[in-house]
């Protein structure tokens, strides 16, 4: 289900959401309300809120009310409500976005240090990757008390990551000609999630990992990007929210 709003003169742009991906972060805890008078058209910030506002109910500010809704995924919904309560209003999240066929980014934060992409896991137990092999050890009783030691290979999801954020950067270096150092403001990595969780990466981890408490310290003490202003964070989101619609309908499905 998507919203296009038509601005009221050519210096607009239609800012186009998917309402069922995003999760607003912003100050208050409640509904936004739809203005009754529109603002300037210059002021391109307000007209976007405006346009979601009013006719979606799935679009919240943070606090409470965001931090209770209910996600697919419960490492992307602990993900996102950790994040909720700890950054400004400067940031804004969009979740499980395609980013090209069959793949698709648990969770794009976009704010003024930057793009950020991030692979989400909530898993429990010691998590490796080694020489380029992924393993994880589960310590748990069987019914009778025995102690038991489950080693699981994994599939080595840092290269999914690698995948998801060279789509990001390709996504925006086409979308947004005018902007063409936004690819370079992509960063990210894994989440681990869960609270009973240790991992452990060597060299040949070609992504970051951390818990979400590392993603704040990183997102809040990075330095802000010259130039990345709200306006411009929030074309980003519009065209990755955009070229996530497109790779939907290619494939047959409602975005």
Same mark, same amino acid.
């Given at each position: 289900?998507?919203?296009?709003?038509?601005?009221? !003169?050519?210096?607009?742009?239609?800012?186009?959401?998917?309402?069922?991906?995003?999760?607003?972060?912003?100050?208050?805890?409640?509904?936004?309300?739809?203005?009754?008078?529109?603002?300037?058209?210059? !002021?391109?910030?307000?007209?976007?809120?405006?346009?979601?506002?009013?006719?979606?109910?799935?679009?919240?500010?943070?606090?409470?009310?965001?931090?209770? %809704?209910?996600?697919?995924?419960?490492?992307?919904?602990?993900?996102?409500?950790?994040?909720?309560?700890?950054?400004? !209003?400067?940031?804004?999240?969009?979740?499980?976005?395609?980013?090209?066929?069959?793949?698709?980014?648990?969770?794009?934060?976009?704010?003024?240090?930057?793009?950020?992409?991030?692979?989400?896991?909530?898993?429990?137990?010691?998590?490796?990757?080694? #020489?380029?092999?992924? %393993? #994880?050890?589960?310590?748990?009783? &069987?019914?009778?008390?025995?102690?038991?030691?489950?080693?699981?290979?994994?599939?080595?999801?840092?290269? &999914?990551?690698?995948?998801?954020?060279?789509?990001?950067?390709? !996504?925006?270096?086409?979308?947004?000609?005018?902007?063409?150092?936004?690819?370079?403001?992509? @960063?990210?990595?894994?989440?681990?999630?869960?609270?009973?969780?240790?991992?452990?990466?060597?060299?040949?981890?070609?992504?970051?990992? @951390?818990?979400?408490?590392?993603?704040?310290?990183?997102?809040? &003490?990075?330095?802000?990007?010259? @130039?990345?202003?709200?306006?411009?964070?929030? %074309?980003?989101?519009?065209?990755?929210?955009?070229?996530?619609?497109?790779?939907?309908?290619?494939?047959?499905?409602?975005?």
């Amino acid at each position: 289900f998507v919203l296009r709003f038509a601005p009221a !003169n050519a210096a607009a742009i239609g800012l186009l959401i998917a309402a069922s991906a995003m999760a607003v972060f912003y100050g208050l805890g409640v509904y936004l309300d739809t203005l009754d008078t529109p603002p300037d058209p210059p !002021n391109l910030t307000d007209r976007w809120w405006n346009t979601i506002s009013g006719r979606t109910s799935s679009v919240r500010r943070s606090g409470p009310a965001l931090s209770a %809704r209910r996600y697919g995924d419960v490492g992307e919904e602990a993900f996102i409500s950790y994040l909720t309560g700890r950054l400004s !209003n400067e940031y804004v999240a969009v979740r499980c976005l395609l980013v090209v066929p069959n793949l698709d980014a648990d969770v794009i934060v976009v704010g003024p240090t930057g793009i950020w992409v991030y692979e989400v896991r909530h898993w429990s137990g010691e998590i490796t990757c080694e #020489r380029g092999e992924w %393993r #994880r050890v589960k310590t748990y009783r &069987q019914s009778g008390g025995r102690l038991v030691r489950e080693l699981e290979m994994l599939k080595p999801f840092d290269k &999914q990551w690698t995948k998801e954020a060279r789509a990001v950067r390709e !996504n925006l270096r086409r979308q947004l000609r005018g902007y063409p150092e936004l690819p370079n403001a992509v @960063g990210g990595g894994l989440v681990f999630t869960h609270r009973s969780v240790s991992f452990r990466m060597d060299g040949s981890c070609r992504a970051w990992a @951390g818990k979400p408490s590392s993603c704040v310290e990183i997102l809040s &003490q990075s330095p802000a990007i010259s @130039g990345l202003t709200m306006e411009k964070r929030l %074309r980003v989101v519009d065209a990755l929210l955009d070229w996530s619609d497109r790779l939907h309908e290619h494939q047959g499905e409602a975005p």
